[in-house]
C-alpha cells in the first residue's frame, strides 16, 4: 500500500485505501488520489502556463533548426524557464547529429507553359547543380506505382509523386505523404531519377509547401528533392494531362554541414517516496524553419510543462519523478529520442510509463495503452478521470507513447498515447503556417488537463505498469 501524504490527507480529507493492492502484480491507484487527480484536471482547465511557454518560445525563439544559432538559444531559454517554473532539478544530456542548412529554393515550369513553382526542399536534400537542374517530368500517382516502374522510364528524369492526403481525425493519411517524402527520393534515385518532387505531405490547399525530411539509403547517391504546394501540384498535373513533355527548372541551395552537438534538456519534480523512478513527458525542441515552430513542436512541451506545473503546486510531491524532456532534433531522424533511448534504456524499468505530445494541441478524444495486462484496470482508473474531458479509452489500440520516446518503447518501457484531433494539424504541419494563432487555448487547456491527470496518477499508482528489459517485443500490435 502507499501511504497518502499528510498535507495531501489534510487538504482533502479522503482517507487513501489500506488493501494490499499491490499483491500478484495487480497496480492500482488510491480513492484518495483519484480525488487529487480530478482537482488537478479541473485546475488545469483554467490555467494557462502551457499557453504562456508556447508563446514565449515561439515568439522569441521561432525557427529552431536543429545545429543553427537558435539550436543553443532554445536549449538556454528551455533551462532557464524550466528553473522558473519550479522544477527540482534541470540538466542537459548531450545529443549528436548531422547538420542540415536550407539557403534558397525556387522551381519553374519551363514548358510547355512557362510557370513559377511554390516549392521548399526536403530536408536532408542535397543542392542542385549550379544555375538549377533542368529536366522532364515523370509522374507517377503513388509511391508503389513509382516502386512499380521500369528504370528505363525514369532515368534521368525529375521523378513527380502525386499522392494525397486527406483531413481525418486520426490523421491517419500522414502515413501516405510521410512516407512518401522519406523514402520516394531514395527509390526514385536508384531508378535513375535526376530529381524528386512530390505533392506536400498535408491536407491543404494553400500555396505554402511542406517540408519535412527525407532519407537515402545506404549506396543511393542522394538527389535534389522538394515539396510542392498542393495548387503547384495540380498545376503540373493540369499541364501533363494535355499529354506534351512537361520541362521543369530546380534550383536549391541547401545541403549537409557537418556535425553539431546540442542536447536534450530534462526537467524533474523529484518524488517523495521512489524518486528514481519517473513518469516521462515532453515534446521535441527543434522545428522546421519555414514557420515558428508553434504546433510542432513548442505546444509540446508546453502541455507537459502545463501539467508539471500543477502538480508541482500540490503541497506534496507524488512517490514517483515527472521528468519532462525537451527532446533535440527529433525532425531530422528522432537524433534527441534516440540518444535518450541509448542512455536511459538499460535501466528502463525506472521509467513506469512514457507519453509525450508532438500533434499540435486540439483536443484529446481518447487514450490508448501498451502496458502489462495487471495495470490494465489502473489505466481504466485514470480513464475514468479523463471521461469528463471527453476522452474515450480505447483498450484494443496499442498507443506508443510518441516518436521521441520510440527508442525508450523498444527498450521496454510502458506507454499511453493521446489521440488528438489531427483534422487541422496537417493542413499547417511543417509549412509556414504553422504559428501561435492555430493553437485554440480552450482545447489546449483541455490537453494539459489530461497530462496532468496521467502524470500524476502514474507517479502515484501502487504497482507499476509493467516497463521492463524486452517488455514488449513481439506485443505490438501494427496499428
Ligand atoms: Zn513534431
Ligand atoms: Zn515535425
Known amino acids: 500500500?502507499?501511504?497518502?501524504?499528510?498535507?495531501?490527507?489534510?487538504?482533502?480529507?479522503?482517507?487513501?485505501?489500506?488493501?494490499?493492492?499491490?499483491?500478484?502484480?495487480?497496480?492500482?491507484?488510491?480513492?484518495?488520489?483519484?480525488?487529487?487527480?480530478?482537482?488537478?484536471?479541473?485546475?488545469?482547465?483554467?490555467?494557462?502556463?502551457?499557453?504562456?511557454?508556447?508563446?514565449?518560445?515561439?515568439?522569441?525563439?521561432?525557427?529552431?533548426?536543429?545545429?543553427?544559432?537558435?539550436?543553443?538559444?532554445?536549449?538556454?531559454?528551455?533551462?532557464?524557464?524550466?528553473?522558473?517554473?519550479?522544477?527540482?532539478?534541470?540538466?542537459?544530456?548531450?545529443?549528436?547529429?548531422?547538420?542540415?542548412?536550407?539557403?534558397?529554393?525556387?522551381?519553374?515550369?519551363?514548358?510547355?507553359?512557362?510557370?513559377?513553382?511554390?516549392?521548399?526542399?526536403?530536408?536532408?536534400?542535397?543542392?542542385?547543380?549550379p544555375g538549377g537542374l533542368a529536366g522532364e517530368i515523370v509522374a507517377f500517382p503513388t509511391l508503389d506505382a513509382l516502386k512499380a516502374a521500369a528504370a528505363e522510364s525514369v532515368r534521368g528524369k525529375i521523378v513527380y509523386v502525386g499522392a494525397r492526403m486527406?483531413?481525418?481525425?486520426?490523421?491517419?493519411?500522414?502515413?501516405?505523404?510521410?512516407?512518401?517524402?522519406?523514402?520516394?527520393?531514395?527509390?526514385?534515385?536508384?531508378?535513375?531519377?535526376?530529381?524528386?518532387?512530390?505533392?506536400?505531405?498535408?491536407?491543404?490547399?494553400?500555396r505554402l509547401p511542406h517540408t519535412g525530411a527525407t532519407r537515402f539509403a545506404d549506396g543511393v547517391a542522394p538527389i535534389p528533392a522538394a515539396a510542392l504546394s498542393a495548387p503547384d501540384a495540380e498545376q503540373i498535373e493540369r499541364v501533363l494531362a494535355r499529354g506534351q513533355p512537361v520541362r521543369v527548372k530546380l534550383a536549391l541551395d541547401c545541403g549537409m554541414?557537418?556535425?553539431?552537438?546540442?542536447?536534450?534538456?530534462?526537467?524533474?519534480?523529484?518524488?517523495?517516496?521512489?524518486?528514481?523512478?519517473?513518469?516521462?513527458?515532453?515534446?521535441?525542441?527543434?522545428?522546421?524553419?519555414?514557420?515558428?515552430?508553434?504546433?510542432?513542436?513548442?505546444?509540446?512541451i508546453g502541455i507537459s510543462v502545463g501539467a508539471a506545473k500543477l502538480i508541482a503546486q500540490l503541497p506534496q510531491r507524488p512517490a514517483r519523478s515527472i521528468r519532462v524532456v525537451a527532446w533535440a532534433n527529433e525532425e531530422s531522424g528522432i537524433h534527441g529520442g534516440n540518444a535518450y533511448g541509448e542512455k536511459h534504456g538499460k535501466e528502463v524499468a525506472r521509467a513506469v510509463l512514457g507519453s509525450e505530445s508532438d500533434l499540435g494541441a486540439d483536443r484529446i478524444y481518447k487514450m490508448s495503452a501498451t502496458v502489462k495486462p495487471e495495470s490494465r484496470d489502473a489505466l481504466a482508473q485514470i480513464a475514468a478521470v479523463l471521461k469528463p474531458l471527453g476522452i474515450d479509452y480505447d483498450t484494443q489500440f496499442q498507443g506508443k507513447g510518441g516518436a521521441d520516446l520510440a527508442a525508450m518503447h523498444k527498450a521496454g518501457m510502458a506507454a499511453v498515447s493521446m489521440h488528438r484531433d489531427a483534422t487541422r494539424y496537417f493542413a499547417w504541419h511543417h509549412t509556414a503556417n504553422d504559428t501561435l494563432d492555430k493553437i485554440d487555448p480552450e482545447q489546449l487547456r483541455q490537453n494539459v488537463a489530461a497530462y496532468a491527470v496521467l502524470a500524476y496518477l502514474a507517479a502515484q499508482a501502487d504497482g507499476d505498469f509493467g516497463s521492463k528489459p524486452g517488455a514488449f517485443v513481439g506485443q505490438d500490435k501494427k496499428n
Not at 544530456?93 to 513553382?117: D, N
Not at 502515413?175 to 531514395?186: M, W
Not at 521535441?284 to 505546444?299: E, F, K, N, R
Request: glycine share 10%; proline share 6%; aromatic share 8%.
Open 257 to 300: 554541414d557537418g556535425t553539431y552537438t546540442g542536447a536534450n534538456v530534462i526537467a524533474e519534480l523529484r518524488g517523495s517516496k521512489q524518486p528514481d523512478e519517473y513518469f516521462l513527458t515532453g515534446g521535441h525542441l527543434d522545428s522546421w524553419d519555414l514557420g515558428t515552430g508553434a504546433i510542432d513542436d513548442a505546444v509540446g
Open 1 to 129: 500500500m502507499r501511504l497518502l501524504p499528510l498535507a495531501l490527507a489534510l487538504c482533502f480529507a479522503i482517507p487513501a485505501s489500506t488493501d494490499a493492492s499491490a499483491a500478484g502484480g495487480q497496480t492500482r491507484i488510491a480513492p484518495a488520489d483519484i480525488a487529487v487527480a480530478e482537482r488537478l484536471r479541473d485546475a488545469a482547465l483554467k490555467d494557462d502556463t502551457a499557453w504562456d511557454f508556447t508563446e514565449g518560445l515561439s515568439t522569441e525563439i521561432p525557427m529552431r533548426m536543429p545545429g543553427s544559432a537558435n539550436d543553443l538559444k532554445s536549449r538556454e531559454w528551455v533551462t532557464a524557464k524550466f528553473k522558473e517554473l519550479g522544477f527540482d532539478k534541470v540538466w542537459s544530456e548531450p545529443v549528436t547529429y548531422p547538420v542540415w542548412v536550407r539557403r534558397s529554393e525556387s522551381a519553374e515550369i519551363v514548358s510547355p507553359f512557362p510557370q513559377k513553382l511554390v516549392v521548399t526542399a526536403l530536408g536532408n536534400s542535397p543542392a542542385t547543380p
Open 166 to 206: 486527406v483531413a481525418r481525425q486520426d490523421g491517419k493519411d500522414y502515413g501516405i505523404g510521410s512516407t512518401l517524402r522519406t523514402n520516394g527520393p531514395s527509390i526514385a534515385s536508384g531508378k535513375g531519377a535526376a530529381g524528386f518532387l512530390l505533392r506536400s505531405a498535408g491536407t491543404d490547399h494553400e
